[in-house]
C-alpha cells in the first residue's frame, strides 16, 4: 500500500513525512518526525496527554488524521522553549511543584500554553476549564492550576 | 492492510463512496473514527473526508438555524446567536475535544456521549442527509432511531428552530467529573409557553436507552398545562418511562431510572 | 498549604536539619517540564514490531484447541508465540522471595482462568496487522463455571479456580488458609460489652489508570544480551521474574527504566516483559509490548475487592472492648501480590485503638476475576475505610462525638498492640485534635488535653489472656523452592527442614538468596 506524503510546520520548522492511511498525529510525530514530548495515554480523547496545538488551537493528536495537518503548523512542548530559556509556563511548573511523573505535563503545558495565548489574565476557574482535559493521575491538579496562574501574573522567574 | 484514506472536495463524491464500501466510515472530527482505529477496530478499511466549505456552513440570522456538520463545538460557543446551544456545546469534553468534535459528528456518538444530539432532539432538529440518491431530510427522531443505518449515509448539516425564548430551553448533563465527564444521564427540555400553558412540549433523554430519546409520557404531563409545580412534579414521575438505560461504568441503569425524575424536577423548577 | 506543626513532639526532634523540613527541587523536574524525561515509549527504534495479545472472552474455560494456521499467514505477521514457547511458563512473583507457588502463566496453557487473560502472542510489522492476525486466531472454548464471589468460592462445591490453589484460598506456611491474628478472648469481651455492632463492608476493584498505560520494548543488544526498556516500577524485581520466566541468567538484561508515568502499585506486576523479550529473542528484532487504554482498565491488575466484616464491642462510656475481623481479599485468578496484602491487613488489626481483645481472620481467596495486585497502602486502606466507618457508628450508637471517641480510644505509648508490641511513638490523639482545630470542630476539654505520651501503659499494656484455637497439624514443608532457586548459594539461615512424607518426592530444596533477608512479614518462618 502506497504512503501518502505529508508536509508541515513542526515548531517552526518544514517537515515531510510518508505515512501509512490511518495513521494519527501522535504516531507521526513521534515515530516518524522522532518528536517524543507528546505522550500517548488513551487513544481515545480522555487523558490529553497527546495535546498539541495546530496553527494554535488545542489538539489532541492521537484522533488527528495525520494527513489533515498538511500545509498546518504543528506546535508541540518541544517547540516553546526560546532557545535555552524556559518558558514562563514550564518556569511557573518547575517552580510550583506541578510535575510528579510528568506523563501528563506536555500536554498540559500545551493546553496552559493555549489558554494563557488567547487569555493571557485568565481567572481561575477558566484555568480549570482550560485544563479540564487534561489528566493527572498523580492528582496534583492545585499545583498546576497554581503555576498557570502564576505564569499568567509573571509571578514566574522567566 | 493500512486504513485507505479518501479525501473529496465535494459532499456528492465523498457521499458516493461512502454509501459504495461498507468498510467506509466518515471521519469528521476523529474523535470517534481515529479513537475505534486507535483501538484496533478491524470493520474499518477506509475512511472518506470531504473537503467541502458547505459542511462549515452556519446559518443563525433567521428563526430557523442551520449548522454545518462539520462544525465543531468550540464554533458554537463561539457564536452569539447560537446562545441557547451554548450550555450543551460546552458539556462536552475539555477544550481540545471542543476544537475537534463536530455537530454531525455528535449524531453518531454512543453513549455515553451524544450530548449534543440530546439538545437538537428537544429541539426537534431535522438532519439533512447525502445519501447515495442525493440529499433530503430526516427528522432527528427517525435519524437517531435509525442510527445503525444511517452508516452509509453522509450528513449534511442539521436545522432547527430558535426557542422564542431563552428561558424556554432547559439543559442539563449530569457527570461525575466536573467541568468534563461521560454523560450519568443527559437531559434537555424545550417547554415554549403561550398564553401562560406549554405548548409543544419536548423532553429529551441522553444515556436512558440505546440511543437518545424523547421523554413523551413526560411531555404528555406538561402539554396544555401551565409550567407549576403539580405539572412538574407530573413530568418528573413519568420522566423513566419508556427508558431502557443500561449499566456502564459511570452508573447503573437501576441508579439511572432512580435519578431520572429527580434531575427533570430540577431541571424545570430552575433548581441548581 | 504545607504547615509543619513543630511545636508538637518537639522535644523529640532535632529541627537543625538540612534538608528534611526545606523545600528542594526534585531531580527530574527539568525534564519534565521541558519533555525530555525519556519513558519506555520514547525509544524509536529500527525495525521494530509490535506484540499484542489474544485475550480469553471467558471468565472461566477449558482451552479445546488453539488454532493459529491462518494468523501464522496474516500480512506482516513475524512470529506467533505460543504457551509452549515459553521456557518456564508458570510463575508467581513473590517466588523470588519464596513465597507462594508458581500458579500463573504468560500465557495460558489447559485453561483460562478470568476474562482478559493471555492466550497467544502476536508479533507483527504494526499494530494494525497485529490486530489482523489476532482476529485469525481461533480459539475453542470449553465453559467452565466461574466464581466472582469470596464467599461462594470458599463455599465447598465452588469452581476450583487455580488448581495450585484446589480450596480457593492461597496457603500461608504450608498449611494456614488465612492470616490469624489472636489477642486476649473476643467472645468474653463482646458478652460482657453493654453494645455490640456488625457491619460488613464491601469494596469493588479500584484501577490505577496511570496515564502512560503499562508496556515495554526489548531490543537485541550488539553482546548477545537484550535492552529492555519498561514502565516497570520495580526493575530488579522484573528482570529477575523474566529471567526466571525465559530461563536466563539475569545478566542477559539490561533493564532500562525509573522514569515512570504513574503506577501507583499497578506497575509491579511484570505483565508484558517476558512476552517482549520473548518476541525480541525469537524474531531478533526490536519488539514493543504496550497496552491500549481498554486493556489497562479491563486487565491490568486492579486493587483487589476486599470483603470485610467488623463486630464490635462497645461499653456505653465509649470504651472499645472487643473487636473481631473477618476480611476477603479478592486475589482474582492468579496470587500476584493480594497473599501479601492479606498478611498486611492482618497486621494493621485492630487499626491505631488499643482494645484488649482483639480477633482476625484475613483470607486472600481466587475467584475468576482479573488478578489485583499492590496499590498504595494495599492490605491497609480498604481495612481502615471498613474500621473509620464502624468508629463513626460506634460513636454514634454511645452517643459520644466521633472525634473524642477516638481520641479516647486511640493508642497511646506505652500500651500493648495486639501483636504483643509495645506502642511507641504514638501520634494518633495529636492527628485528631489538629485535625479538629483544622475543621473548627469543637472537642471537650479534657479531649483538647489528651496526650499520646500521657495515660499510655499499666493495665493497658497487659496481655489478656488469650485461648488458643484448634491448630491445624504443624507445618513440616518449608516454602517452596522453585528450581529457579537452583545455584545454592551459602546463607546464614538453617537449611529449611525437608518436605513432608504426603508430599510427591521433589528435588531436594535448595536455599535461595533473599530468603534470609525479609522478615516474617514475607512469611519465612520463625518459630
Not at chain 3, 496487522?129 to 466472582?148: G, H, I, Q, S, T
Not at chain 3, 508515568?261 to 499497578?266: E, I, K, V
Request: aromatic letters at 6%; glycine letters at 10%; proline letters at 6%.
Amino acid at each position: 500500500m502506497a504512503k501518502t506524503a505529508l508536509q508541515f510546520r513542526h515548531n517552526g520548522r518544514d517537515v515531510a513525512i510518508f505515512v501509512d492511511g490511518g495513521t494519527n498525529l501522535l504516531v507521526a510525530l513521534r515515530e516518524l518526525i522522532g518528536d517524543m514530548t507528546p505522550k500517548f495515554g488513551c487513544g481515545q480523547g480522555g487523558c490529553g496527554a497527546c495535546s498539541v496545538l495546530i496553527d494554535g488551537e488545542l489538539h489532541l493528536s492521537c484522533l488527528t488524521l495525520a494527513e489533515s495537518v498538511a500545509g498546518r503548523s504543528v506546535q508541540t512542548l518541544d517547540g516553546i522553549k526560546d532557545g535555552p530559556n524556559l518558558h514562563p509556563l514550564q518556569r511557573a511548573f518547575a517552580d510550583n511543584f506541578a510535575a510528579q511523573c510528568g506523563y501528563c505535563t506536555p500536554g498540559m503545558l500545551m493546553a496552559a500554553k493555549a489558554l494563557l495565548d488567547r487569555n493571557p489574565q485568565p481567572s481561575r476557574e477558566e484555568v480549570v476549564e482550560a485544563i479540564s482535559g487534561n489528566i493527572c493521575r498523580c492528582t496534583g491538579y492545585e499545583p498546576i492550576i497554581n503555576a498557570v496562574l502564576a505564569a499568567a501574573s509573571g509571578r514566574a522567574r522567566a | 492492510m493500512p486504513v485507505t484514506v479518501k479525501t473529496f472536495s465535494n459532499v456528492g463524491e465523498a457521499a458516493a463512496a461512502l454509501s459504495s464500501d461498507r468498510g467506509a466510515r466518515y471521519f469528521g472530527g476523529g474523535t470517534l473514527v481515529m479513537r475505534a482505529l486507535n483501538e484496533g477496530d478491524l470493520s474499518i478499511s477506509s475512511i472518506v473526508r470531504a473537503q467541502d466549505q458547505a459542511l462549515l456552513r452556519i446559518d443563525a440570522s433567521g428563526p430557523r438555524v442551520t449548522i454545518g456538520a462539520g462544525v465543531t463545538f468550540a464554533r458554537i460557543l463561539a457564536e452569539r446567536d447560537f446562545a441557547f446551544l451554548h450550555a450543551p456545546a460546552r458539556s462536552i469534553g475539555g477544550p481540545a475535544v471542543r476544537n475537534m468534535g463536530t455537530v454531525g459528528g455528535n449524531l453518531f456518538a454512543p453513549n455515553p456521549y451524544g450530548d449534543f444530539a440530546v439538545a437538537l432532539l428537544a429541539l426537534d432538529a431535522v438532519v439533512s442527509v447525502q445519501g447515495g440518491f442525493g440529499a433530503r431530510d430526516i427528522p432527528i427522531e427517525e435519524f437517531l432511531q435509525s442510527r445503525e443505518r444511517q452508516a452509509g449515509a453522509l450528513v449534511l448539516s442539521v436545522s432547527c428552530q430558535k426557542p422564542l425564548a431563552a428561558e424556554a430551553f432547559h439543559y442539563r448533563k449530569v457527570a461525575r467529573i466536573k467541568p468534563k465527564g461521560g454523560s450519568v444521564i443527559t437531559l434537555a427540555a424545550h417547554l415554549p409557553v403561550s398564553s401562560g400553558r406549554v405548548l409543544g412540549a419536548r423532553i429529551a433523554l441522553g444515556s436512558m436507552a440505546q440511543t437518545q430519546v424523547r421523554a413523551k409520557a413526560a411531555e404528555r404531563a406538561l402539554e396544555g398545562r401551565p409550567l407549576d409545580a403539580s405539572s412538574i412534579t407530573a413530568a418528573a414521575s413519568a420522566a423513566v418511562e419508556g427508558t431502557s438505560p443500561a449499566d456502564n461504568a459511570l452508573a447503573s441503569g437501576w441508579y439511572r431510572r432512580e435519578i431520572v425524575g429527580v434531575h427533570l424536577r430540577r431541571l424545570l423548577s430552575g433548581q441548581k | 498549604m504545607l504547615e509543619l506543626r513543630k511545636d508538637i513532639f518537639a522535644d523529640e526532634r532535632d529541627d537543625n536539619l538540612k534538608e528534611i523540613g526545606k523545600g528542594t527541587q526534585r531531580q527530574d523536574m527539568l525534564g519534565h517540564v521541558t519533555g525530555t524525561s525519556t519513558y519506555f515509549d520514547d525509544h524509536k527504534l529500527q525495525g521494530m514490531l509490535h506484540l499484542k495479545v489474544v485475550r480469553s472472552t471467558h471468565s472461566h474455560a477449558r482451552l479445546r484447541r488453539i488454532d493459529t494456521t491462518e494468523a501464522e499467514r496474516s500480512a506482516g505477521v513475524r512470529r506467533i508465540i505460543r504457551a509452549a514457547d515459553i521456557p518456564r511458563n508458570l510463575n508467581t512473583l513473590l517466588s523470588l522471595i519464596n513465597f507462594g507457588k508458581d500458579d500463573e502463566p504468560s500465557l495460558a496453557v489447559d485453561k483460562v482462568r478470568y476474562k482478559g487473560e493471555p492466550i497467544v502472542a502476536v508479533v507483527a510489522d504494526s499494530p494494525r496487522e497485529a490486530y489482523e492476525a489476532m482476529e485469525k486466531v481461533r480459539v475453542d472454548y470449553e465453559p467452565l463455571p466461574a466464581v466472582f464471589d469470596v464467599e461462594e468460592a470458599l463455599k465447598s462445591g465452588a469452581p476450583v479456580v487455580n488448581e495450585t490453589y484446589p480450596k480457593n484460598t492461597f496457603t500461608y506456611y504450608d498449611v494456614y488458609d488465612h492470616q490469624k491474628l489472636r489477642f486476649g478472648d473476643v467472645e468474653r469481651g463482646l458478652a460482657g460489652a453493654d453494645h455490640v455492632l456488625e457491619q460488613r463492608y464491601q469494596m469493588s476493584p479500584i484501577e490505577h489508570a496511570p496515564t502512560e498505560t503499562n508496556g515495554s520494548i526489548a531490543a537485541p543488544d550488539t553482546n548477545g544480551r537484550y535492552v529492555v526498556y519498561t514502565s516497570t516500577q520495580a526493575l530488579f524485581f522484573s528482570v529477575d521474574t523474566c529471567a526466571k520466566i525465559l530461563d536466563v541468567p539475569s545478566n542477559t538484561f539490561h533493564f532500562i527504566g525509573g522514569t515512570v508515568g504513574g503506577g501507583f502499585g499497578g506497575k509491579v506486576d511484570t505483565i508484558t516483559e517476558p512476552l517482549c523479550i520473548l518476541g525480541a529473542m525469537l524474531t531478533g528484532r526490536p519488539v514493543r509490548y504496550v497496552l491500549g487504554r481498554e486493556e489497562e482498565m479491563q486487565y491490568g491488575p486492579p486493587r483487589g475487592a476486599e470483603r470485610i466484616y467488623i463486630k464490635d464491642g462497645v461499653m456505653r462510656d465509649g470504651r472499645i472492648v472487643a473487636r473481631k475481623v473477618r476480611a476477603y481479599f479478592d486475589s482474582g485468578a492468579y496470587t500476584r501480590l493480594s497473599s501479601y496484602a492479606a498478611v498486611k491487613c492482618a497486621a494493621h488489626l485492630p487499626g491505631p485503638y488499643t482494645i484488649p481483645n482483639v480477633y482476625g481472620d484475613v483470607y486472600c481467596v481466587f475467584t475468576n476475576r482479573t488478578p489485583a495486585t499492590a496499590m498504595r497502602g494495599f492490605g491497609v486502606t480498604a481495612m481502615d475505610f471498613a474500621i473509620e466507618c464502624q468508629m463513626d457508628k460506634l460513636a454514634h450508637l454511645v452517643g459520644m462525638d466521633p472525634m473524642e471517641f477516638r481520641i479516647l480510644n486511640a493508642y497511646r505509648d506505652g500500651d500493648m498492640k495486639a501483636h504483643r508490641r509495645e506502642a511507641k511513638n504514638t501520634a494518633l490523639i495529636e492527628c485528631v485534635q489538629v485535625a479538629a482545630e483544622k475543621a473548627k470542630w469543637p472537642l471537650r476539654e479534657e479531649f483538647r488535653r489528651a496526650s499520646s505520651r500521657q495515660g499510655g501503659g499499666g493495665e493497658r499494656a497487659a496481655v489478656s489472656p488469650t485461648p488458643r484455637d484448634a491448630r491445624p497439624q504443624p507445618a513440616m514443608a518449608s516454602q517452596q523452592r522453585t528450581s529457579y532457586d537452583r545455584a545454592p548459594v551459602a546463607t546464614r539461615e538453617p537449611q529449611p527442614p525437608p518436605p513432608p512424607p504426603s508430599s510427591p518426592p521433589r528435588a531436594p530444596a535448595a536455599p535461595s538468596h533473599g530468603a534470609t533477608r525479609f522478615s516474617s512479614v514475607f512469611g519465612t518462618r520463625r518459630r
